[in-house]
């Protein structure tokens, strides 16, 4: 399946830049992207065989970080809109030797038709605010996630600090479109990134959004002066009510 085929816009947009998404993610977050998805997978569970979704899985980068720091995932699936980038992550697996733990798939992330209550986890990394509708993909995740299971969602967020602010919208307003246009050549995605994270829900709203999905236990952890947010929550298990 080409990227010439994909319908989405979304999709349309990350197949371009697929091949300078991974080096402008490093650069465009001071290499912070390396902490943040270590954060991510070593929130975890580490003492029990796992069945894993990472949606909008992109390059793999945050698939490939959960396998590394978490040898009781049995089994992961990557899901992503964009086959170009699907393609750059196919790549990364069979390099690194995953291939027997990973299965990839194509499709939306907030439809994405896959068997309900069949994961312990799903993450998503820098993905839900490219979605049509953020309440529609968490209600998504929690169908897919086993009675018990955990979301764990790492998303941009903005500092609450005024002056932090300030520069921080400075920075994705001018610096971020340059740099995009100068390694990507494409200078329309990186103002999409820059509207779309002004535009996503500040980090408590987000937090009540997820509790209206259905999750409990929901925390929102501030990352790198809150330019990010680890977000976790549980599909509570109704059985034991």
């Known amino acids: 399946m080409s990227g010439s085929t994909n319908s989405n816009p979304v999709g349309q947009m990350f197949d371009r830049i697929a091949p300078a998404y991974d080096i402008l993610n490093h650069l465009l977050s001071f290499g912070r992207d390396f902490s943040w998805r270590c954060r991510l997978a070593d929130a975890i569970v580490k003492n ?9 899985t992109g390059t793999g980068d945050i698939l490939i970080t959960l396998l ?16 170009n980038m699907l393609a750059i992550c196919r790549r990364k697996i069979v390099r690194r030797k995953l291939a027997d733990r990973v299965s990839l798939v194509r499709a939306d992330a907030s439809t994405c038709g896959l068997a309900g209550e069949s994961f312990d986890v799903v993450t998503m990394g820098f993905g839900i605010r490219n979605t049509p509708d953020a309440f529609k993909t968490l209600t ?10 955990t979301a764990l969602i790492l998303e941009f967020s903005m500092p609450a600090s005024r002056i932090l602010r300030s520069f921080y919208l400075s920075y994705l307003r001018f610096f971020v479109p340059l740099l995009g246009r100068l390694l990507s ?5 990186y103002r999409y990134l820059d509207k779309s994270i002004e535009n996503f829900h500040r980090a408590d709203d987000f937090r009540r959004l997820m509790q209206k999905a259905g999750f409990s236990d929901v925390s929102a952890t501030p990352l ?14 109704e059985s034991n009510d």
């Open 185 to 189: 050549g494409n200078n329309h995605a």
């Open 68 to 83: 590394d720091r978490n040898p009781n995932i049995a089994e992961a699936v990557g899901l992503d809109i964009s086959e």
């Open 140 to 149: 998504e995740i929690r169908r897919l996630l086993k009675p018990g299971g």
């Open 48 to 56: 029990e065989k796992l069945r894993v979704l990472d949606l909008a």
């Open 224 to 237: 790198t002066f809150s330019v990010a947010c680890l977000y976790q929550g549980t599909r509570p298990d």
